[in-house]
C-alpha cells in the first residue's frame, strides 16, 4: 500500500501529540516529533519505543515492525527540520492566536504542495485559515483521546479547503485503521456537537429534583444501554473539561436554547468538585470506585389492587400483556373503580396532567414509562404525582418488580428521564442533519466510535419511533414552554410522512 504522506510531523508531543504519532508511524509514515520544550519530544519518543515494544510482548507486532517503527519516528529541534514534510499535525495549546502564528511560521518553511493539519477540538478551521496565505491547504483532523483506542477522527474541511486535501486525509486516516467522519466546520464538529443532549439535559433533571444522580444513571444504562450514566460520564471526563465544552457550544451557537448548560455544573466546577481526578464529583471516590447507597429493595405488599390502564397509555397493549404476565387484576370498565391502581403511560406530559386532562383520581394514579418496548430494557421506570398516595405508590413499585426486574420510582415532571434525553439526543442529530454538519451516516458512526453509545442516535430515533419522538418534545414544549424542545424540522418532516430517520434525501 503506497502511504498517503511519507513525511510527516507533529508539532505538541503531550498525550495527544503522542498518540497521533503512534499512528501515523504505524500507517507507514516518517514522523519527526517537535515540542517547544525538547525534552518533551524525546520523553514521547521513549513512551512510542516503550508501547510498540509492549504490543510485540503481546504478539500484536513483530520484532522487524517494532524496529521499522522505530526507525521511522524520531525528534527535531526545529520548526525548520519540519521543511520537508508531506503534513504536519499541530497538537498544542487551544489558543487561535497561538495556533494562528505557528501556522504562519509553517507556510514560510514547508513546500507550497504541504497539506497543513490542525487537531483542535473548538476553534474553527476557517479562522484559523483566514490568516494564512494558502487557506486551500488548510484543514482540521481532529483526534480523540486515547487516539490508538478511540476509532473515529474528524476530517474537517474549513469554507477555502481544497475538497483534494480532505479526501487525502479521509484515506490516510483509513491507512491508519481508523473510521473517518467528514465534518463542516461548525462549532463541536460532530462528536462534541451531538453529545450536548445527554449531559445537559440529566442536569436539567437533577435541577427540578425528579432523582437523584445515581438512579437518572441506572435508568439510562438500563433502558437505553449507555455504558455510563451521564453523571458518571461528567466524573470521569471532569467538569473542568466538560463544562467549558459546554458554555463554549452554547455561546458559540448564540445562545442557542437547546446546548443550555446548567448553573449546577458551573457552582460544582468552582467548588473544585471535579470528578474522579479530585476524588470527589458526582459520586464520592475511595481507591477510584464510585461510593453508592445500596439500591432499596422493592416494597413488600400483601394485597395488590386491581389495575385499570388509561386508554391514551403508549404501547397500551404492551403494557397491558406485562401487567398479564405480572399476575395484575385488569380492570376492562371504561372508568376505574374506586379501589384500582390507576396506569397512565404518556409521552412529554407529566403524569399530574395526565390525572387532570383524563379526570383521574391523582391520588390512585402512577405513571410508567413505555418509551421503549418492555423487553427491551432492563429497569422499568415509574413516577407518582404530588398526590400519589404511598400505598398506590408502593402497589405500582411491588407490581412491576414481581419478575425480579428493577424499578426505580421517580418524582413526577414533563417526561421521563429516558423520554427527555433520548427525545433531546435524537432532536439534536436531526438538527445537525438539517444543517449539513454531516450525513447521517457519519453521524451515526462518529456517535457510536467517539461517544460509546450503544447506537447511533438516529438508530435510536428509529427503534422508539420518529412519531413518538416528536410527541415527547410537542408534550414537553407544552408542559415547560421551553424553546429547548423544539423540534428540529428535519425530524418534523420525517415524523410526519413515516420516514426513519437515516433516510437520506436525493
Not at 78 to 103: P, S, T
Not at 108 to 132: E, F, G, H, Q
Not at 169 to 174: A, E, F, N, P
Not at 323 to 351: H, M, Q, R, W, Y
Request: charged share 20%.
Amino acid at each position: 500500500m503506497t502511504v498517503q504522506f511519507k513525511i510527516t510531523g507533529i508539532i505538541g508531543t503531550g498525550a495527544m501529540g503522542r498518540g497521533i504519532a503512534q499512528m501515523l508511524a504505524q500507517a507507514g509514515s516518517e514522523v519527526l516529533l517537535h515540542d517547544s520544550q525538547p525534552a518533551a519530544s524525546s520523553k514521547a519518543r521513549d513512551a512510542l519505543f516503550a508501547q510498540w515494544d509492549s504490543m510485540a510482548e503481546k504478539g500484536r507486532l513483530s520484532a522487524e515492525q517494532v524496529a521499522s517503527l522505530r526507525g521511522r519516528t524520531r525528534c527535531v529541534d526545529a520548526l525548520d527540520d519540519l521543511a520537508g514534510c508531506d503534513l504536519v499535525v499541530e497538537a498544542i495549546v487551544e489558543r487561535l492566536d497561538v495556533k494562528v502564528g505557528l501556522f504562519q511560521s509553517l507556510e514560510r518553511l514547508v513546500r507550497p504542495d504541504a497539506v497543513l493539519v490542525t487537531n483542535t477540538s473548538s476553534l474553527s478551521v476557517t479562522a484559523i485559515a483566514a490568516k494564512l496565505q494558502h487557506p486551500q491547504r488548510f484543514a482540521g483532523l481532529h483526534f480523540f483521546n486515547p487516539v490508538p483506542l478511540m476509532k473515529v477522527v474528524e476530517v474537517i474541511a474549513g469554507l477555502r479547503t481544497d475538497p483534494a486535501v480532505c479526501r487525502a486525509l479521509t484515506d490516510y486516516v483509513r491507512q491508519m485503521g481508523h473510521a473517518p467522519v467528514q465534518a463542516s466546520d461548525t462549532p463541536g464538529f460532530v462528536v462534541n456537537h451531538a453529545g450536548r443532549a445527554y449531559g445537559t439535559e440529566a442536569l436539567r433533571i437533577i435541577s427540578e429534583g425528579v432523582a437523584d444522580f445515581a438512579t437518572i444513571d441506572a435508568v439510562l444504562r438500563d433502558q437505553v444501554g449507555f455504558r455510563l450514566g451521564p453523571f458518571e460520564l461528567l466524573d470521569l471526563t471532569g467538569l473542568d473539561v466538560s463544562h467549558p465544552v459546554m458554555e463554549s457550544i452554547y455561546r458559540q451557537y448564540y445562545e442557542e436554547p437547546r446546548y443550555r448548560p446548567s448553573a449546577i455544573a458551573a457552582q460544582r466546577l468552582a467548588g473544585g468538585l471535579l470528578g474522579r481526578k479530585t476524588g470527589e464529583g458526582f459520586y464520592a471516590y475511595v481507591d477510584g470506585k464510585a461510593q453508592r447507597a445500596a439500591e432499596p429493595p422493592a416494597p413488600s405488599v400483601t394485597t395488590l389492587p386491581p389495575v385499570w390502564v388509561s386508554p391514551r397509555a403508549a404501547r397500551r397493549a404492551g403494557l397491558l400483556q406485562l401487567l398479564k404476565d405480572l399476575g395484575a387484576s385488569i380492570e376492562t370498565g371504561a372508568t376505574p373503580s374506586e379501589s384500582a391502581l390507576i396506569l397512565v403511560a404518556p409521552l412529554g406530559f407529566d403524569v399530574t396532567t395526565m390525572a387532570v386532562v383524563e379526570r383521574l383520581d391523582p391520588a390512585r394514579t402512577v405513571g410508567i414509562d413505555m418509551l421503549f418496548d418492555d423487553a427491551q430494557t432492563r429497569r422499568r421506570v415509574v413516577a407518582t404525582n404530588p398526590a400519589t398516595r404511598s400505598d398506590m405508590r408502593d402497589a405500582a413499585h411491588a407490581l412491576f418488580a414481581r419478575d425480579a426486574k428493577p424499578v426505580s420510582v421517580i418524582r413526577d415532571s414533563g417526561g421521563f428521564v429516558t423520554q427527555r434525553v433520548v427525545a433531546c439526543i435524537v432532536n439534536i442529530a436531526s438538527d445537525m442533519c438539517q444543517q449539513g454538519v454531516c450525513t447521517p451516516a457519519d453521524l451515526e458512526t462518529a456517535v457510536k466510535l467517539g461517544l460509546g453509545y450503544p447506537m447511533g442516535p438516529l438508530e435510536m430515533g428509529n427503534l422508539v419511533g420518529p412519531t413518538n419522538v416528536l410527541e415527547v418534545l410537542f408534550n414537553m414544549q407544552t408542559v415547560y414552554g421551553d424553546p429547548r424542545y423544539r423540534p428540529s424540522p428535519w425530524l418534523r418532516r420525517r415524523g410526519a410522512i413515516g420516514l426513519s430517520l437515516l433516510h437520506v434525501e436525493a
